[in-house]
């Protein structure tokens, strides 16, 4: 089994439940994690300051990223011996699951048949999830707790556009308080996440809170795979849940009953709403629909709770409810890109920088309206703002040591480099890096920090200050003056010469033997 490394979504969301109150092995099941998975992450977060029924504390992107940090993710676990045992006899256990045993007899038998004796609990394992055995019946159940929200997709009709004469199929997202009975409609053109998200965001503003619970289908824009037990959620829809604190409690693939008030709500939402009426747009019908949701669906006499929706819900259901969102959802987008060589990604035709440590590697990337977010598996690298097609970002911290000033042609950062190695150094680069060339004037900046490097600070200044005399600003003819010494030189001609003290005998450094000749020598004598 290959190793999978978690989304920043889901380990976000297996805190935040288990902050909620839910213990490990509901959060396990909610996020379809590993419960030791989950332990390890919970585990972490207490030792970085997260309780028990701490819902107000905030679980971004910094925190998980710090989660994530100290969590080491170990070898995956392997199916167990009674596990195989089980898998072995699969036929046998199936027939016996089919014939209406139950797990317990089917322990049994299967002891009898192979004489080895299976856990229950791994039995029970192995029927649901890999035999798919166990019906249970449908029961009439009483309404929830107020605070949930059931939604469903629905199909009215066709209308036809009058400015450009095109028909179209209309849609509608169905919203339906499971107490009050209290329904927003809105008509959309798709079934898609995009129509879901505006539909949801326009609920909120219509009912003036978000429901702590939302109750939905299984379609495929929000179920990525639908199960009775462990259901997966597509990422972005989660993301949605956490920006506006709802939970999500899917109904069953094919139950209806699950979510019986919305869909009770179908057949008259289509004809009530839909029928006879001649919409010339797609917004003339949300216009109609808000109106028919709070006058006409709102202000009836409920058939099953003999109320009106809207008393029902202003009575029983509006305290319960989260506070409205104050602004529209941006919805970020999800991706993966490759880093290159030169330490950049290209993020929806922009281009962004990635810190050099990183190297060349695969990140995830969310993007919104604002913001481009960079992540290493989990855990944030980098925040951006977002760019139009075309623009660049790069942020100086991300570059190579030394290699910054060069990538963003910044020459007044090698100028202030160059006022360390003197005063007259920094007044000599400030000349070179001027002129119509920037290339070339930062290339010669360059070469002047890397001779005061070479030669010493006082030195460069020098033949610095010695060529600023003469207006010649030419970086390799400070090379030369560095290069044969002529500044040492005029240094010491410009010395005054050293008198001896009054007084002193001035003698030859050699004797006076040694200016003889072989001649004077033998006249001596």
């Known amino acids: 089994m290959a190793f999978r490394e978690l989304h920043v979504v889901e380990i976000k969301e297996a805190l935040r439940l288990w902050a909620r109150g839910h213990g490990l092995r509901a959060v396990a099941k909610r996020t379809g994690l590993n419960r030791k998975t989950v332990r390890r992450h919970i585990d972490v977060a207490c030792g970085l300051g997260l309780e028990r029924g701490d819902e107000g504390r905030a679980i971004d992107d910094l925190f998980v990223s710090d989660v994530v940090a100290r969590v080491r993710p170990g070898a995956p676990a392997l199916a167990g011996a009674m596990r195989e045992h089980c898998r072995v006899h699969a036929g046998l256990i199936e027939g016996w699951v089919g014939e209406g045993c139950k797990n317990p007899k089917v322990l049994r038998l299967l002891h009898r048949h192979t004489g080895v004796k299976v856990p229950l609990r791994t039995l029970q394992r192995f029927v649901r999830e890999e035999l798919r055995a166990g019906q249970h019946d449908t029961l009439r159940i009483v309404d929830s707790e107020p605070g949930v929200l059931e939604m469903d997709f629905l199909k009215l009709g066709e209308f036809v556009d009058r400015a450009t004469g095109t028909t179209h199929t209309l849609s509608a997202l169905l919203c339906t308080a499971s ?91 289509r004809n009530d709403y839909f029928r006879g009426e001649d919409f010339g747009s797609l917004e003339e019908a949300r216009i109609e629909a808000r109106r028919w949701s709070l006058e006409e669906a709102g202000q009836r006499i409920h058939g099953r709770t003999r109320r009106r929706p809207v008393e029902a819900f202003e009575a029983v259901e509006r305290a319960v409810l989260l ?101 007259h150094v920094g007044t000599y680069a400030r000349r070179l890096a001027e002129g119509p060339l920037p290339w070339s004037r930062i290339r010669h900046v360059y070469r002047l920090l890397g001779l005061a490097r070479r030669y010493g600070a006082d030195a460069t200044d020098e033949a610095c200050a010695r060529a600023l005399e003469v207006e010649v600003v030419e970086v390799k003819r400070i090379d030369r003056m560095l290069e044969k010494g002529l500044t040492t030189r005029r240094l010491l001609q410009s010395a005054p010469p050293q ?23 033998d006249a001596t004598a």
């Open 179 to 269: 107490v009050s009975r209290h329904q927003f409609l809105w008509p959309c053109l798709r079934q898609n996440l995009d129509s879901v998200i505006e539909g949801l965001e326009a609920a909120w503003a219509f009912f003036g809170g978000v429901f702590p619970v939302l109750l939905p289908d299984n379609p495929r824009p929000l179920v990525q795979r639908a199960d009775t037990i462990d259901p997966v959620f597509n990422r972005d829809f989660v993301e949605y849940a956490q920006a506006r604190g709802f939970a999500i409690d899917p109904a069953r693939v094919r139950k209806p009953k699950d979510k019986a008030r919305v869909e009770r709500q179908v057949q008259y939402a």
């Open 323 to 423: 506070a409205a969102p104050e602004r529209l959802y941006d919805r970020p987008v999800w991706g993966s890109f490759k880093v290159g060589r030169d330490h950049a990604v290209v993020v929806a035709y922009a281009l962004y920088s990635v810190p050099f440590g990183l190297g060349e590697c695969e990140l995830r990337i969310r993007r919104d309206r604002s913001t481009v977010k960079l992540y290493k598996g989990a855990r944030l690298v980098k925040v951006h703002p977002r760019q139009p097609e075309g623009g660049t970002h790069i942020d100086p911290v991300d570059l190579p040591p030394g290699k910054a000033a060069l990538a963003t042609r910044d020459t007044e950062s090698l100028c202030r480099t160059a006022d360390g190695f003197g005063e």
């Open 499 to 521: 008198r001896p003290p009054s007084g002193t005998v001035l003698r030859f450094a050699r004797l006076r033997s040694e200016f003889r000749s072989p001649g004077d020598a």
